[in-house]
Each structure stands twice: as structure tokens, then as C-alpha cells.
């Protein structure tokens, strides 16, 4: 596609339950990062895919998280057993040499845990 | 953890007027980068610093890498209500791709 792509836009989930986002990255973009982002504040990392490499896995704030990235494109990431603290902007950005140090993003998920 | 801290977390001024918005770090980075970001929206690469002392300037934004590659500054010339939004340094560890360390964020609102 055009661009980064996200979805769903806005998730309204109750405490206890188990979510999925989606990000569909720039077709070609070998590189994809997940952060996350509370009201007005900066972007916390949370786990970053390159190529075949190994990802890494360092941002994730526990093991509640997880995220994979199927066939070199697509990623999900998964909360389970979500938390009210869980709640906040998830975004998605995807990279590639071509575009030197440039991170492209999508408009995000809106979380929210009731 | 934040390894960048930018200052200040808020500023609301009125249009024409000048500002400066820092960015400062513990850390050296290879580069450092400043996005912007609207509402609703993801942040927009506005610019690269990859040389210590490095001064960029794009129309009235001007943007500096400190000569220790820690810190960096954007100053925005007769600010307009257009201005508007969160703006976020972001450093790079690595040469090619690798994390990029996200600062704290400046939101910056340009009242007509």
C-alpha cells in the first residue's frame, strides 16, 4: 500500500481480555517497530523486526506482550490478559535502505481497557 | 527509560513569535532526527542530523546537533497557528537501522 497501515483504529476492550493489532507495513520495507504512546507524551519502543534477524524484544514491558511478524510483512501485536495501564496510542512505523533512516508511520491504535 | 529529555513538555505562544525547543541526552548518538505530530496521526520526519555542530534549516525551522552529538535544538522563526502539534527528537544508536531512542516530547500550540 500507499503507506503504514493500521487496524483497527480504536479498540474498546474490558480489563482481563486478550487483544490483537494489525500493522501492514510499506510493501518492500524490511524494517518494522512497534511503540507505544500515552496522552501527548513520547514514543516508548517496544520491539523492532529486521529482516530474518532475530527481533528485538527489549521494549516489551512484559510477557502479557507479544508480537510477531509473518512472512516478512505483515505484524500482529497481541496483549493478553490486558490491564487498565495497558491503555494508549500503539504505533506502528516500517523502514528499508532505500529510505536511509527514515521510520514511516501509521496513524496508530487507539487502546483503551475498561 | 528516557534517554532523551526535551524541554519544555508544553509551550503555547502567539503567532509571529519566535521559540526554541530542546532536546538533551546523557547518551551520543550517530544521528538524531525531529518529527512532527498531528493529532490522530503518526509523526512525520521533519529532518536529519548526522555530523556534530551539524545547523539544518527547512524554510523558518532551524535545527542544530550539538557538537557532542547529546543534544540538539529546533528554533521556529515567526511562528505560524500551522506550526501546531507535538514535536519529538528521536536519536539513532546505529549507523543503518537499530533503535531509535524517542524523546519526551514538546507540544507546541500557535494561537492565531
Known amino acids: 500500500g500507499a503507506g503504514v497501515s493500521q487496524s483497527p483504529s480504536n479498540k474498546v476492550t474490558e480489563k482481563g481480555k486478550d487483544v490483537e493489532l494489525r500493522c501492514d507495513p510499506i510493501?518492500?520495507?524490511?524494517?518494522l517497530y512497534w511503540y507505544r504512546q500515552s496522552l501527548g507524551q513520547g514514543l516508548e519502543f517496544l520491539i523492532y523486526f529486521q529482516g530474518n534477524s532475530a527481533p528485538d524484544k527489549s521494549g516489551l514491558p512484559s510477557d502479557r506482550f507479544s508480537a510477531e511478524r509473518t512472512g516478512g510483512s505483515v505484524s500482529t501485536l497481541t496483549i493478553q490478559r490486558t490491564q487498565q495501564e495497558d491503555s494508549a496510542v500503539y504505533l506502528c512505523?516500517?523502514?528499508?535502505?532505500?529510505?536511509?533512516?527514515?521510520?514511516?508511520f501509521g496513524s496508530g491504535t487507539q487502546l483503551s481497557v475498561l | 527509560t528516557q534517554l532523551l529529555e526535551q524541554s519544555p513538555q508544553f509551550l503555547s505562544i502567539q503567532e509571529g513569535e519566535n521559540l526554541t525547543v530542546y532536546c538533551n541526552s546523557s547518551?551520543?548518538?550517530?544521528?538524531l532526527q525531529w518529527y512532527r505530530q498531528e493529532p490522530g496521526e503518526g509523526p512525520v520526519l521533519l529532518v536529519t542530523v548526522v555530523t556534530g555542530g551539524e545547523v539544518k534549516k527547512l524554510k523558518r525551522l532551524t535545527f542544530q546537533f550539538g557538537d557532542a552529538r547529546k543534544d540538539s535544538s529546533l528554533h521556529i522563526t515567526a511562528a505560524q497557528p500551522g506550526d501546531t502539534g507535538l514535536y519529538l527528537c528521536?536519536?539513532?544508536?546505529?549507523?543503518?537501522?537499530?533503535?531509535?531512542?524517542f524523546g519526551t516530547g514538546t507540544s507546541l500550540t500557535v494561537i492565531p
Open positions: 512505523a516500517s523502514s528499508s535502505p532505500g529510505q536511509g533512516l527514515k521510520l514511516f
Open positions: 547518551s551520543v548518538f550517530s544521528s
Open positions: 510493501s518492500g520495507h524490511t524494517a
Open positions: 528521536a536519536g539513532v544508536a546505529k549507523k543503518i537501522w537499530g533503535q531509535f531512542y
